[in-house]
């Protein structure tokens, strides 16, 4: 048994995300908040539902005649040879940088627990690769993986920052006066 599109939806909205259903082929456009920004994904439905993709939209780009692009390129190529679900592709047509996911169904179930797996493999690899690509496009240099202590910080400045919006939102309230 294949996965269809609906199933799919299902399995999207058992992850509390919200989508946009592609009206031309069986996609669902989505987007995600990393602690090194924000991040626009497909997930596909190919081969009759036998084959599923997670591809990012507009994630980097460094064209075939960029100074850089033989650092990226080694950046790209390590990072696949670490991660294992997770992988980086480069168009020299255009320069595109993706990261894609792939996952064949054939005429089996996707379950909520796989697709969660999968969900959550994916955007970390994507959130936590994009500033050393970045960096390595910007320099030259690759900068290697973010250090822990740092991702840590990130992530608590991400929750402070929560925390002021949500002061601010508390301050701008207009206070009524009882009359």
């Avoid at 090194?36 to 507009?58: A, H, K, M, N, P």
């Avoid at 040879?81 to 005429?107: N, P």
């Avoid at 994009?130 to 400045?157: C, N, Q, V």
């Avoid at 601010?168 to 309230?173: C, E, I, S």
Wanted: charged share 30%; hydrophobic share 40%.
């Amino acid at each position: 048994m294949a996965l269809t599109l609906a199933q799919l939806e299902k399995l999207v909205e058992g992850e509390d995300m919200r989508y946009f259903r592609d009206p031309t082929r069986d996609a669902l456009m989505l987007g995600a908040k990393g602690i090194s920004g924000r991040y626009q994904f497909v997930i596909l439905l190919e081969l009759e539902g036998q084959f599923l993709q997670f591809r990012t939209i507009s994630y980097q780009t460094c064209t075939a005649d960029h100074k850089h692009l033989k650092a990226v390129l080694q950046v790209l190529g390590a990072l696949n040879y670490r991660l294992r679900l997770a992988k980086f592709g480069w168009d020299e047509s255009d320069g595109e940088i993706v990261v894609y996911a792939d996952q064949w169904v054939m005429d089996g179930k996707v379950t909520q627990e796989q697709f969660s797996r999968i969900l959550h493999n994916y955007l970390p690899a994507v959130d936590l690769s994009f500033l050393r690509i970045a960096k390595t496009i910007e320099t030259g240099k690759d900068p290697g993986d973010l250090d822990p202590e740092k991702i840590l910080r990130m992530i608590l400045e991400q929750a402070g920052e929560g925390d002021e919006e949500e002061d601010d939102k508390k301050k701008k309230k207009p206070k009524t006066k009882k009359i």
